[in-house]
């Protein structure tokens, strides 16, 4: 089974973060065990987006061969685990990328679903976490520039033994000018597995510092974020909102739990 997955795309701003925040939290509310990792250590946001706020322990002091990884794990919704980078330019020159490798079998061991936010670009932080996965997916918006660099992320990976499973089309709308599924579906030569079209809900959510899947169940980003995770995890589609919100307990659990294991 795949189990650990690196979000990837090449263009920068595509909804690799977002696709990450959501996809881990979709999967957490369907009762997966689910680790999301920030490996994007240069521009961390993940941890910021999902409102972590005190992170004293994150990836960069566990690549620098500083702590364990298990201490820079914290709990995000539904017991969704989160790995953050660390916001320091000094703890980002410190962090060896290489040592990813290692810290993967400890994280697989950990949580039955594993998602990777991948840098931009091609830089070697951005190369490694597409080799150290099980499957790339490939975040790609309907225009060109965004195609061809996912194509370039696509023969990267192949080129040092990864394997890209397939590609998330974030972002469409009804405008003319947006490429088609199946014209992405053709250049890519990989499935497309599902759409998320362009919400204002996910930046609202965003500055909520809540994932779109919790502040807005019932939007058409949350419905896709749903369905790529029952996907993933071999779950039929549920489309009732209302079988995933979060409790008044949850939500205390989780104030008080300001650090998981
Ligand atoms: N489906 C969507 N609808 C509306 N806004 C979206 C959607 N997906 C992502 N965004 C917004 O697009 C912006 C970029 O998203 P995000 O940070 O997830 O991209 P990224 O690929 O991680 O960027 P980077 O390459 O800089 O790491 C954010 O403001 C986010 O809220
Ligand atoms: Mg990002």
Avoid: W
């Avoid at 020159?93 to 079998?105: C, T, Y």
């Avoid at 939007?219 to 979060?246: C, H, M, T, Y």
Wanted: some cysteine; proline content about 5%.
């Amino acid at each position: 089974m795949i189990r650990a997955y690196t979000i990837a795309s090449g263009k920068g701003g595509t909804g690799k973060t977002t696709v990450t925040a959501n996809l881990g939290t979709a999967l957490a509310q369907y009762g997966r065990e689910t680790c999301i990792v920030d490996t994007d250590m240069g521009m961390a946001n993940l941890g910021l987006i999902l409102g972590l706020e005190e992170t004293p322990v994150t990836l960069h002091e566990v690549l620098a061969g500083k702590a364990q990884i298990r201490d820079a794990m914290y709990e995000g919704p539904y017991g969704l685990k989160i790995v953050p980078s660390g916001l320091s330019l000094q703890g980002f020159q410190s962090a060896d990328p290489e040592r990813l490798k290692d810290v993967m079998r400890d994280l697989t061991d950990r949580c039955d679903f594993l998602l990777l936010d991948a840098p931009a670009g091609i830089d070697t932080d951005a190369v490694i976490p597409l080799s150290v996965a099980d499957e790339v997916l490939l975040i790609v918006n309907p225009e060109i520039s965004s195609l061809i660099d996912a194509l370039k992320i696509k023969i990267l990976t192949e080129m040092i033994g990864g394997r890209v499973g397939g590609a998330v089309l974030n972002r469409t709308t009804l405008d003319s000018a947006d490429m088609s599924k199946r014209q992405i579906e053709k250049v890519l030569g990989v499935r497309i597995i599902d759409t998320i079209p362009e919400d204002a809900n996910v930046r609202r959510a965003s500055a909520a510092r809540t994932p779109v899947v919790v502040k807005y169940p019932g939007s058409e980003s949350s419905k896709a974020f749903r369905r790529i995770a029952a996907e993933i995890a071999g779950l039929p589609i549920e489309e009732e909102p209302e079988a995933v919100q979060e409790g008044f307990i949850e939500r205390l659990a989780r104030t008080l739990f300001r650090r998981g294991s």
